[in-house]
Nanobody, 115 residues
Framework: VQVVESGGGLVQSGGSLRLSCIAS????????MSWFRQAPGQEREWLSD????????NYRDSVKGRFTISRDNSRNTVYLQMNSLKPEDTAVYYC?????????WGQGTQVTVSS
């Protein structure tokens, strides 16, 4: 199992970014996928997940209404569209199969939001 996150960068407060996560090594279309983030000095936190068929999505309260998760099973890719970004969204963002606690984390993608 391997995931590669990309799309991070430096953005001003109020701006937008779209993160991508390309997965390999498993049948992508059969698994729910999740996004997480870890800010400096803090625990990694769950942000959102999406079912295998995209019919069910869930969000952490702090990102609800600002972030949108989606996936393209033909491309083995899950996305996180992030709008109205705030400085407190600054973190390294990761994706992983939902509930797959033994999967190795990818390298993540850094998101930095300036005020």
């Amino acid at each position: 199992v391997q995931v590669v996150e990309s799309g991070g960068g430096l953005v001003q407060s109020g701006g937008s970014l779209r993160l991508s996560c390309i997965a390999s090594g498993f049948t992508f279309s059969a698994f729910s996928m999740s996004w997480f983030r870890q800010a400096p000095g803090q625990e990694r936190e769950w942000l959102s997940d999406i079912s295998s068929g995209s019919d069910v999505t869930n969000y952490r309260d702090s990102v609800k209404g600002r972030f949108t998760i989606s996936r393209d099973n033909s491309r083995n890719t899950v996305y996180l569209q992030m709008n109205s970004l705030k400085p407190e969204d600054t973190a390294v963002y990761y994706c992983r199969r939902t509930m797959a606690t033994h999967d190795v984390w990818g390298q993540g993608t850094q998101v930095t939001v300036s005020s």
